[in-house]
């Protein structure tokens, strides 16, 4: 049995930055997005502040471009990305959480709506040998077809990817600690027996807050 397992949101959690973002700020560098498809990302990520967004509608849309793609390229993309436009977002926060559950001798996973061509670069940064992601279907010849495995890992498709982990690695939900910035993470926060709010937004600040919640600020 687990003694304890530490899992850990990405964006605005273990990174300062939203990813989407970040990755659009690299298509632009490339000359692949323009102007208005950050913009467009703007908007969308504003809308998910303000918890407005249909983010699983939203995320659908962004999965098809990479339609047509292999596997083996997008993951090669996602590592030069991550190297030169994620890693410097790094919260220094986060590193000192991750390595004192580390050393205390905690399993440790990445939990995150963001598929795993994004976190498993950031995961093996931080030495996180767990991913929980949205994973993309790719076809027997190795192409992505644009969509996605559901659950996608958000919302309550959070605690079912959480679930099945502890399941294959004999631990319980109230094993966990949680660290989120998001009110989106909520039934997950509710599950687990340590919820910790990480830069929350606005909303979640206030559930914090009513049901006293240990709350951090990871800069």
């Known amino acids: 049995m687990a003694s304890r397992v530490a899992l850990f949101d990405l964006d605005r959690t273990l990174i300062r930055r939203e990813s989407a973002s970040l990755y659009v700020a690299y298509q632009r560098s490339i000359g692949e997005a323009s102007i208005v498809d950050e913009m467009r990302m703007a908007w969308w ?9 249909d983010a699983p509608a939203v995320a659908k849309k962004v999965f098809k471009t990479v339609r047509g793609k292999t596997a083996v390229s997008l993951a090669a993309r996602c590592d030069d990305w991550v190297r030169n436009y994620v890693a410097p977002h790094l919260s220094d926060g986060a590193r000192r959480a991750v390595g004192a559950h580390r050393a205390a001798g905690h399993t440790l996973a990445i939990v995150t709506g963001a598929t795993s061509y994004t976190a498993w670069p950031i995961a093996r940064l931080l030495g996180i040998p767990h991913v929980l992601a949205t994973e993309l279907v790719v076809d027997a010849g190795g192409f992505l077809t644009g969509e996605a495995i559901d659950p996608v890992c958000y919302g309550r498709g959070k605690n079912t990817r959480v679930e099945a982990l502890a399941k294959a690695q ?8 949680f660290y989120t910035d998001s009110y989106t993470d909520l039934p997950l ?22 049901r006293s919640w240990r709350t951090e600020e990871w800069r």
């Open 189 to 210: 926060l509710e599950a687990v027996g340590e919820p910790v709010v990480v830069n929350g937004d606005m909303r979640l600040r206030r559930e914090a807050r009513r």
């Open 170 to 177: 004999n631990f319980t939900l109230q094993d966990c600690v």
């Open 45 to 53: 990520v504003l809308q998910y502040t303000l918890g407005v967004i």
